[in-house]
């Protein structure tokens, strides 16, 4: 049987928070409920008593729910369970009534309360499959059979690789499988209480890892907040206890800086005549815990936030600048996840108000269906399957086609999940991937060229960027672009960066094992290992790609002061017969703005004036001679370019710029690193005026991304 225990893991309260999700209903007597279900069978038509509460909860989120599906699932699920006992001596039935109570308060549709109350049912008892679609239909046995799955699940140390991929195989394709089984394992924490101390701390560890940031991914914060609380109590009851005392000394202070500040902020929305719910939502004991760990000793207006409830997206941008106007804000505390939600759907304005007396309150505001998301996550979206009558056009356009399967929870991360379990070569390699992705519990949006957004761990790079825009194309991804400057794909992302990445034009283009070491997302190194097994000879030795077919013969290694004339088209304005040389470390050429240095035997250098070398010898004293250009057009520069490393891209390079007239004096190749590659070459130009040009052509060679004028530090 899936739930084990009995009594409340610790004593002491629940969490804070809970009291403002539940509208202070009070939390249901099992024993009541006990008695009640072996009352047996109501009279026929008429609901169970022990459901009523279930159904109290329904209807507060859907009043004209039909209740005939709930009453016919009790009755099957209580006959079925009768005589099965919990340890405490409570009927079994007990249990999935709690479970289903949990999901009705967080706005489940009646189909997953269906479920819920026969989730037990074919694992349990002599119910099957068959008699569940008979009386219920098929989409509730769907969803009895994927919680039956998970139930099967072993969740020991040794097998949890193979099993947890197992799990998500058994999820199928609907969230509310999982849901319900999050439902089911709060309950299960919830009466913990008479396991073994190792027992209790081996469930609480499984739930830590892997239960309570499956609930941060779907957005179920009631659920993982309540999860946290639970595993934190049994796992560090010192640090719990301590938290709980923190808690109780600032109840019982005089005086609520929160209050006073929530308050203050009902009479500035008042003002302004925004209608507006404000409430005072306590930190549960987590979030208390954590806040004392990064700010010591806490503060009254530290033990909670501020919530602004408003009916209107655009309320929301109100009542931001309202309370920045009329109060002071916190403005590094600013985040905005309407405009950008976060990838479990998430919506919220966050800020901060500041008291005179340095008490900062952080404020949240959204609107009561953000609210509702907020709590619920993809519990909210009632039935993720059944098409919206009166969805909008956008949405209907999006709609899957007859006989497929929405993704409910929008950002896609389940459905990623599924395919990543698909396509690891092996279940280690999913395992590690998939943990490292849990760990993660804070995202970056970085934006597309095209106004797209991607949402991306933090600490994702490049790497991580091509694989969620392009999946298993982007192993022809050579660089990018970070905020228009040439990027390498190990460069490390950060909030609000725009990302260009740069695809190679060669079918050869392939990944290089290098990229692992700069992989953090699952997509990205399944994809990387999967192509990796699949080309163990290719990823053995990536070797830079050298030219197909000839090129010009050039002088290696080279430098720019070796190609430099003797002789240049300048000279010294007041003696037009001295000796001029072009310096080397910039490579002067008409039309640039030029000043001159003489140095040994009466020569005199010509550096253009931002060259770095000017401002050394200025700052040494030395004196400059004014020069100027001469009547000839002809030049010599040296160029660098920048670029990825592709076959036959020192063959294409040469050729754009010999048919752009430029003569190759010298050249230098740097060796590859990362892919990208530094060229260096000194040309000769008949006109300086053909200079941009053979950039342009230069710049339009593929894989070339910068190309530019020699500037030596």
């Not at 309407?338 to 900062?360: C, E, M, W």
């Amino acid at each position: 049987m899936s739930a084990e225990a009995t009594n409340p893991a610790t004593p002491g309260p629940a969490a804070p928070a809970a009291a403002v999700r539940r509208k202070a209903r009070p939390r249901i007597d099992l024993r009541r409920l006990g008695r009640a279900a072996l009352l047996g069978n109501a009279a026929r038509g008429r609901l169970p008593d022990a459901i009523g509460h279930v159904v109290e909860a329904h209807r507060a989120h859907y009043p004209d729910a039909d209740l005939e599906p709930l009453r016919r699932a009790y009755l099957l699920a209580e006959s079925s369970h009768r005589g099965q006992m919990r340890k405490s001596g409570e009927p079994y039935i007990t249990h999935p009534l709690a479970v289903t109570l949990i999901l009705a308060e967080l706005g489940a549709e009646t189909t997953t309360l269906t479920a819920s109350l026969l989730h037990d049912t074919v694992e349990d008892t002599d119910v099957t499959l068959d008699q569940v679609r008979e009386q219920f239909g098929e989409e509730v046995r769907y969803l009895v059979d994927g919680v039956t799955k998970l139930e099967k699940v072993d969740y020991g140390a040794a097998a949890e690789p193979e099993t947890f991929r197992k799990m998500l195989v058994a999820t199928g394709s609907d969230v509310r499988v999982m849901s319900i089984k999050l439902a089911d394992r709060l309950h299960n924490m919830r009466t913990l209480g008479v396991m073994r101390r190792e027992k209790q701390e081996r469930i609480a560890k499984v739930t830590r890892d892997v239960l309570i940031p499956l609930a941060e991914r779907l957005g179920v914060q009631a659920l993982k907040t309540e999860l946290e609380d639970l595993v934190f109590a049994i796992l560090h009851p010192e640090e719990y206890e301590h938290t709980r005392e923190l808690i109780a000394e600032n109840a019982a202070r005089p005086g609520d800086p929160l209050a006073e500040i929530a308050d203050e902020v009902r009479g500035v929305l008042r003002e302004a005549d925004i209608p507006a719910e404000v409430l005072i939502r306590p930190r549960h004991f987590v979030s208390v815990h954590r806040v004392s760990r990064k700010r010591g000793e806490l503060r009254g207006a530290d033990f909670g936030r501020i919530l602004v409830l408003v009916n209107e997206d655009a309320d929301c941008y109100a009542v931001l600048g309202e309370l920045h106007t009329c109060m002071t804000p916190v403005v590094s505390e600013f985040k905005d996840f309407i405009a950008v939600p976060k990838f479990n759907l998430y919506q919220s304005l966050h800020t901060a108000v500041a008291r005179a007396d340095g008490q900062v309150a952080e404020v949240l505001i959204r609107t009561h269906q953000m609210h509702k998301t907020a709590e619920a996550g993809v519990v909210a979206l009632g039935n993720p399957y059944a098409p919206g009558a009166d969805a909008p056009a956008a949405e209907a356009a999006d709609s899957p086609a007859d006989g497929e399967r929405a993704d409910p929870t929008r950002p896609g991360w389940l459905s990623r999940l599924l395919d990543w379990q698909k396509a690891a070569p092996d279940t280690d390699t999913f395992w590690s991937t998939l943990r490292e992705d849990l760990a993660q519990d804070r995202e970056i949006t970085v934006f597309r060229p095209d106004g797209g957004t991607l949402g991306l761990p933090e600490g994702a790079t490049c790497v991580d960027a091509a694989y969620a825009q392009y999946g298993e194309d982007a192993h022809a991804c050579i660089g990018a672009r970070v905020n228009g400057r040439l990027a390498t794909l190990s460069t490390v992302l950060v909030d609000g960066d725009t990302v260009q990445l740069l695809m190679g034009q060669d079918p050869a283009s392939e990944p290089s094992r290098e990229w692992l070491e700069h992989a953090h997302t699952p997509a990205a190194r399944i994809a990387i290992q999967r192509w990796l097994a699949a080309h163990p000879d290719s990823a053995e030795e990536q070797p830079a790609p050298a030219p197909s077919r000839p090129v010009p013969e050039l002088p290696v290694s080279a430098t720019a002061a070796d190609a430099a004339p003797r002789t240049a088209n300048a000279q010294v304005v007041d003696r037009p017969e001295a000796t001029v040389r072009l310096a080397g470390c910039c490579t002067p050429v008409p039309p640039d703005e030029v000043t001159g240095f003489a140095v040994r035997g009466g020569v005199v250098t010509v550096h253009r004036v931002e060259c770095a070398a000017v401002l050394h010898m200025k700052g040494t004293g030395r004196p400059e001679v004014a020069v100027s250009w001469g009547d000839s057009t002809a030049c010599r520069v040296t160029l660098v370019a920048e670029s990825f490393g592709r076959p036959h891209l020192l063959a294409d390079l040469t050729e754009a710029m010999a048919q752009e007239g430029a003569e190759i004096v010298s050249a230098t190749v740097e060796p590859p690193s990362q892919q990208r590659v530094r060229h260096t070459y000194t040309v000769e130009l008949s006109d300086a005026a053909h200079l941009p040009a053979l950039m342009r052509a230069m710049r339009n060679v593929p894989g070339v991304y910068d190309v530019g004028r020699a500037q030596h530090q």
